[in-house]
C-alpha cells in the first residue's frame, strides 16, 4: 500500500483490499468505475502478484482469465486471509527475536517446518530491518513458505477425504452394533427404557464413522 494515498484514495483502498483476487481482476478488466478505482484495484493486485499480463473476458459474465497464467486464486486468498490473521502474532514474535543474532534468525528461517509461519515472518522481517536481505527477497522467501505450507494442507485433506479404505469396515461394524441393540432392546422388560438402550449401542456403532468425518 503507498503511503502517500489522500484521504479519499485510503477510503476506496480500504473498500477493496478486503475483496476476493477474483473479484478485483473482473472489476479490472470490465474497466467500469472511476479511473482513481481502477488505479488502486491493480495497485491492489500488484500487490497480490496477481495481475496478468493480458485478460481474456468472457461475455457470458464478464469474468476475467488471465491468457498467459493459470493463477490459483482460491491458493492466493487463503495466503492472503492467513497473513492478516497472524499480524498480531508477527508483531509479538518480533518483540521476542529482536536481541537473537542473524545466525539465529536464519537458522529458524532455514527450520521453518519447526515453527509457526508467524515466527518464520518475524524473523525474515528483522533480517529485512536489519539490512541483511532487500524487502523483495523476504517477500519470495515468504512467498515460498506460505505455497509450501498451503500444498502441505491441501494434500492432507485430498488424503483424508480420498481414503475411503476403512469404510466398509465401519458400515459393517455398525450394522452389528446395531442389531445388536435392537435384540437387547427386546429384552428390557419397561417399554421407557428400551428406545435409550438401542440408542446407546446405535452410537456405540456409527461413532468411528464420526470420528473419521470429522477428525
Given at each position: 500500500?503507498?503511503k502517500?494515498?489522500?484521504?479519499d484514495?485510503?477510503?476506496i483502498?480500504?473498500?477493496?483490499?478486503?475483496?476476493s483476487?477474483?473479484?478485483?481482476?473482473?472489476?479490472?478488466?470490465?474497466?467500469?468505475?472511476?479511473?482513481?478505482?481502477?488505479?488502486?484495484?491493480?495497485?491492489?493486485?500488484i500487490?497480490?502478484?496477481?495481475l496478468?499480463?493480458?485478460?481474456?473476458?468472457?461475455?457470458?459474465?464478464?469474468?476475467v482469465?488471465?491468457?498467459?497464467?493459470?493463477?490459483?486464486?482460491?491458493?492466493?486468498?487463503?495466503?492472503?486471509?492467513?497473513?492478516?490473521?497472524?499480524?498480531s502474532d508477527?508483531t509479538?514474535?518480533?518483540?521476542?527475536?529482536?536481541?537473537?543474532?542473524?545466525?539465529?534468525?536464519l537458522?529458524?528461517?532455514?527450520?521453518?517446518?519447526?515453527?509457526?509461519?508467524?515466527?518464520?515472518?518475524?524473523?525474515?522481517?528483522?533480517?529485512?530491518?536489519?539490512?541483511?536481505?532487500?524487502?523483495?527477497?523476504?517477500?519470495?522467501?515468504?512467498?515460498?513458505?506460505?505455497?509450501?505450507?498451503?500444498?502441505?494442507?491441501?494434500?492432507?485433506?485430498?488424503?483424508?477425504?480420498?481414503d475411503?479404505s476403512?469404510?466398509?469396515?465401519?458400515?459393517?461394524?455398525?450394522a452389528?452394533?446395531?442389531?445388536?441393540?435392537?435384540?437387547?432392546?427386546?429384552?428390557?422388560?419397561?417399554?421407557?427404557?428400551?428406545?435409550?438402550?438401542?440408542?446407546?449401542?446405535?452410537m456405540?456403532g456409527?461413532?468411528?464413522i464420526?470420528?473419521?468425518?470429522?477428525?
Open positions: 500500500m503507498k502517500d494515498y489522500t484521504d484514495q485510503q477510503r483502498y480500504n473498500a477493496y483490499v478486503e475483496k483476487t477474483q473479484t478485483l481482476l473482473e472489476i479490472f478488466g470490465s474497466n467500469k468505475g472511476a479511473i482513481e478505482e481502477i488505479e488502486i484495484v491493480e495497485e491492489i493486485l500487490e497480490r502478484k496477481s496478468p499480463k493480458t485478460f481474456n473476458i468472457k461475455s457470458t459474465n464478464g469474468s482469465v488471465p491468457e498467459e497464467e493459470e493463477i490459483d486464486y482460491e491458493k492466493e486468498d487463503y495466503i492472503r486471509n492467513e497473513r492478516i490473521k497472524r499480524q508477527v509479538l514474535f518480533i518483540e521476542q527475536l529482536e536481541k537473537n543474532s542473524d545466525e539465529e534468525l537458522e529458524i528461517i532455514y527450520s521453518y517446518k519447526n515453527y509457526q509461519l508467524a515466527y518464520v515472518e518475524a524473523a525474515l522481517t528483522i533480517r529485512e530491518q536489519r539490512g541483511l536481505i532487500t524487502v523483495s527477497k523476504k517477500e519470495e522467501l515468504l512467498t515460498q513458505i506460505e505455497d509450501a505450507e498451503y500444498q502441505s494442507i491441501k494434500t492432507e485433506k485430498e488424503e483424508h477425504f480420498n475411503t476403512e469404510v466398509p469396515s465401519y458400515l459393517i461394524y455398525a452389528i452394533f446395531i442389531v445388536v441393540g435392537i435384540l437387547a432392546a427386546s429384552f428390557v422388560p419397561y417399554k421407557s427404557m428400551r428406545g435409550y438402550v438401542f440408542t446407546f449401542f446405535a456405540v456409527v461413532s468411528p464420526i470420528n473419521k468425518l470429522f477428525k
